[in-house]
Structures are given as C-alpha cells and as structure tokens.
C-alpha cells in the first residue's frame, strides 16, 4: 500500500514535469511567432490543459487533506499513470495542432482539441476529486494486506523517534486492536490540549465497540462483519501517522 501523501507527492511531480515541458515547447513557438494575433486562444487553451488540475493537487497539498489515508498499489498506479497519459496526450496535441495537422488553422486546432480533451480533463480530475477530497478509498485493502503493510513498516522503523508509532504498529501485527485504540488515544491526548478530545479515535472506538455487539449478537452477516471490521483497522492505521 501507499500512503495519499507520498502519492500525492508523485502525482505533483509528474504534474510539474509535463507542465515545465509543455511550457518550454509552448514558449519556443510563441518566441518563433507561430501564434501571432491569437496569442489570448493560445494561452487560454494552455492554461486549460494544466491549471485545474495544479490547483488541485496544490490546494490538497497544502491542506494535507486525509493524509493517513492509505491507497492499494494499483489504484496509485492506475491514477499515476492517467495522469502521465492526459499530459503526454496534451503534448502530443500541442505539437500537432503547431504543426497544423489535417490541414486546419491553429485556432481551429485549438478549438477543435476541447473536443477529445475535455472529457479525458474531467476524468482525472474527478479521480483526483475522490482520491484527495474523499475520507475513504473506494478500494479498501483488505485485513491481511493492511496487517502486511504493517509489518513491512515495523521492519523499516528502527530509530527511537518513532518508538510510539512502531508500539501501535506492533500491536495492530498482533491484531490487538482494542488496544491499539487506546495506545493511540494516549498518545494523541498528550499532544493536543486537555480541553480538546481526540474524536478520530473515539469514533473508532465506538465504532469497534458497535461491531463486537453486533458480532457477540448477530445482528450482521459475516461479509458485513468482515467489512466493517477492515473499516476499523484502516482507520486505525491511517492514524499512526498523528503520533
């Protein structure tokens, strides 16, 4: 699994890339006069192509939105990789437009490309809507990943500076989920002020508290169950990060 942040860090990356090229490209061909008279189309078609989605990825960056959020590697390659390919594909129309492809005008080039580039424009940004702007992914990793995940970042933490992440990590390898809960309660109070509650986790709490009384009584079925209980310990995870 990734954390959002480090896929956002990646995300943003891949943004300023295509970006930086496609405005060195763009510049030479302002410099060698080729939009002359319809510089406001060709700025305004530019800036299009790239701004919305900057400013998303910019404005979830700088208020670290659900940034204990984990994402599995598909669903972070699959989104990296649309990105990569609307920006490529921004590119590649920049340059045939400027070549004057099937022989029309460049503002009939210009206006012509919204056409097929709005569409794939409105899909990453509605992937990027979900990925930043939605408290939970649509694909959950299931227990046994999450547990894995785990595992592999107690492997990589060895310094004493992250001795109280690496404690509520062991606990939640040892599927002491409860109290993992309480480790992360204590941990979290120390760090805010005694009038503030940490309601993260006594919602997780709560929550955990619901799913055993269901569980103990059988008011859910085991899909249900198994669901809500991945739920939890998503959550959990994600909140290791705060300490």
Not at 77 to 98: D, N, P, R, T
Not at 181 to 189: A, V
Request: net charge neutral; glycine share 6%.
């Amino acid at each position: 699994m990734f954390l959002l942040s480090e896929v956002r860090k990646k995300l943003l990356l891949i943004w300023l890339s295509f970006s930086a090229l496609l405005l060195i490209f763009f510049l030479l061909q302002i410099l060698n006069g080729k939009y002359a008279g319809m510089e406001n189309i060709a700025w305004g078609w530019i800036f299009a192509q790239l701004l919305p989605g900057l400013v998303l990825l910019l404005a979830a960056t700088l208020l670290h939105l659900n940034r204990g959020k984990y994402l599995l590697y598909w669903v972070s390659w699959a989104i990296a990789g649309l990105s990569a390919f609307y920006l490529f594909f921004v590119l590649v129309s920049l340059a045939g437009i400027s070549g004057g492809s099937a022989g029309q005008s460049l503002e009939e080039g210009f206006v012509g490309s919204y056409r097929y580039l709005l569409p794939l424009q409105v899909l990453v940004l509605a992937a990027f809507s979900v990925l930043f702007f939605k408290k939970e992914s649509l694909f959950q990793p299931n227990e046994a990943k999450m547990r894995d995940h785990a595992q592999a970042l107690l492997a990589k933490s060895t310094s004493a500076e992250n001795s109280d992440q690496r404690a509520a990590l062991e606990f939640f390898v040892a599927a002491d989920l409860p109290a993992m809960l309480d480790y992360l309660e204590q941990k979290i109070r120390a760090k805010i002020p005694p009038d503030k509650i940490p309601p993260d986790v006594l919602m997780l709490k709560n929550k955990l508290t619901e799913y055993q009384k269901n569980i103990l009584f059988d008011l859910i079925s085991r899909d249900e169950a198994r669901k809500e209980y991945a739920h939890i310990c998503y959550a959990a995870l994600g909140l290791v990060g705060e300490i």
